[in-house]
């Protein structure tokens, strides 16, 4: 498969099963009292656009293992509404203003109602899981709710690495912990979840009793959603108005990215002063000055280049994990499986 025929692919699997869920999740959503301050914010996120990686990764998934998109939906609904739930409250965390294009929620109405309505979307997503999982067999119910709990539990504590980060000014991070930290923040959620829930339930459709190999799922998942937040990292630093979020924000966040990570490491003399103690500022003492020449410094010791190449080998394990995690269902065609496989190119060249 060659780069265009698997972004060809990515974007129609993305058309196809992101644009089902998102159709569902909107139908889902309830109406009424009181409409202004809470139900008609629950529908602010999930509204604008956005592309579905999650629910398609997971329809993909369960369908390549023998399972049905149509009877998976509201599995679907809930993984997409905890993830909107998580964005309304990763906005008020961060201080962000721009979310898909337009003014974050908080931004707009305030962090009171914001924050109740990221909270509506988190119980809707329960609420949606629960119906879901009545449809299942006992024992299946229950695995797939201990991984929405595992799920959310080492999202909960990536993030919490990385507020600790950066509330205590810790600069002496490497690599291997900005891969721990991503591993917890961005790819429980973003691709280990959906890629090991969705084997589960279409594994649990077969006649032949296929147990799929969840251990494996975890490491196509983690090299898959590392590619993901390495990349989306890049396009803070790089992107335009297609980016949809505020440029520049993890700088001035002083998140740990993989580049700043690498210009502490290779910075010398001054410059390396100067990071050291760009790392160790609060957000409300950092000026856009301050980010700007940050920002100057990476491309001057390559950290940028750097990153797009560290990105380029994280995607190139993806594949070869994607072959051991889906063997048993690749003897024969599997479209389900080609969406997956699709979207490695995708999460590594998006927006280039």
């Not at 983690?222 to 924000?249: M, P, S, V, W």
Request: aromatic share 6%; proline share 4%.
């Amino acid at each position: 498969m060659n780069a265009a025929t698997g972004a060809e692919r990515a974007e129609a699997a993305l058309a196809n099963y992101g644009g089902r869920a998102r159709r569902a999740l909107l139908e889902s959503l309830p109406a009424g009292s009181p409409g202004p301050w809470l139900y008609d914010l629950v529908r602010r996120y999930p509204s604008r656009p956005s592309k579905g990686v999650r629910p398609t990764l997971f329809l993909a998934t369960c369908e390549a293992f023998g399972g049905s998109a149509e009877s998976a939906m509201g599995v679907a609904v809930a993984i997409e509404l905890l993830h909107n739930a998580f964005l309304v409250h990763d906005d008020i965390v961060d201080g962000s203003r721009q979310r898909r294009g337009s003014p974050t929620l908080h931004e707009d109405v305030g962090m009171g109602l914001a924050l109740n309505a990221g909270d509506a979307l988190g119980a809707l997503a329960q609420r949606q899981l629960r119906l879901a999982v009545d449809q299942l067999s006992a024992q299946v119910a229950t695995q797939v709710l201990e991984e929405f709990e595992t799920m959310v539990l080492r999202t909960a504590e990536g993030q919490a690495t990385e507020l600790g980060w950066c509330r205590d000014g810790v600069d002496d991070v490497g690599p291997e912990d900005y891969l721990d930290l991503i591993m917890h923040k961005t790819c429980w959620y973003t691709t280990i979840h959906p890629l090991r829930v969705g084997a589960l339930i279409g594994a649990a459709c077969r006649a032949d009793g296929l147990v799929p190999d969840l251990d494996a799922m975890i490491r196509f998942g983690f090299h898959l959603g590392a590619a993901f937040q390495i990349r989306d990292d890049i396009l803070n630093l790089t992107g335009d108005d297609r980016y949809g979020k505020e440029i520049g924000g993890d700088l001035l966040e002083g998140k740990r990215t993989l580049m700043l990570i690498h210009l502490r490491e290779t910075a010398r003399g001054r410059d390396r002063e100067l990071v050291t103690a760009f790392m160790s500022q609060e957000r409300t003492t950092r000026s856009a000055a301050d980010a700007c020449r940050i920002r100057t410094m990476m491309d001057r010791y390559g950290s940028i280049s750097f990153a797009q190449d560290y990105a380029t080998g994280v995607a190139a394990r993806a594949s070869s994990s994607f072959e051991a995690a889906f063997a048993p269902v690749l003897a024969e065609p599997n479209p389900g499986a080609d969406a997956v496989r699709s979207m490695i190119t995708y999460m590594h060249d998006r927006l280039l």
